[in-house]
């Protein structure tokens, strides 16, 4: 079960950390990725993290703004967004593979099969 929160509203260039808690297995056993879907558009992969977190993944449109990390002993996944722009708006998921190999990630939505309840970010003065 993956639990998301952290959304809000924000102005532009501001920041927020959302959480992405994970239960149900162990918490170095799995692939992490950030997608997000804006009002009419498809849900498109913004990061991720290998199991071993040698590997990560960055769409352009986030590079040098946002980055993921993850707490072990909390079970628990981050994204922190800064410099946050109107078109970050959207509603945010995190989703977890566990068959990936130790050193991969991607941000393809069908290569994810655990995925969160979602949590609204608004970025807007």
């Known amino acids: 079960q993956l639990v998301e929160s952290g959304g809000g509203l924000v102005q532009p260039g501001g920041s927020l950390r959302l959480s992405c808690t994970v239960s149900?297995?162990?918490?170095?056993?799995?692939?992490i990725a950030w997608f997000r879907q804006a009002p009419g558009k498809e849900r498109e992969g913004i990061l991720c993290?290998?199991?071993?977190?040698?590997?990560?993944d960055y769409a352009d449109s986030v590079k040098g703004r946002f980055a993921i990390s993850r707490d072990n002993v909390k079970s628990t996944r981050y994204l922190q967004m800064n410099s946050l722009k109107p078109e970050d708006t959207a509603v945010y998921y995190c989703?977890?593979?566990?068959?990936?190999?130790?050193?991969?990630?991607?941000?393809?939505?069908?290569?994810?099969?655990?995925w969160g309840q979602g949590t609204q970010v608004t970025v807007s003065s």
């Open positions: 989703a977890t593979a566990t068959y990936f190999a130790p050193q991969d990630c991607t941000l393809v939505r069908g290569d994810y099969d655990y």
């Open positions: 993290m290998s199991r071993d977190e040698t590997t990560s």
């Open positions: 149900g297995y162990r918490s170095d056993y799995y692939t």
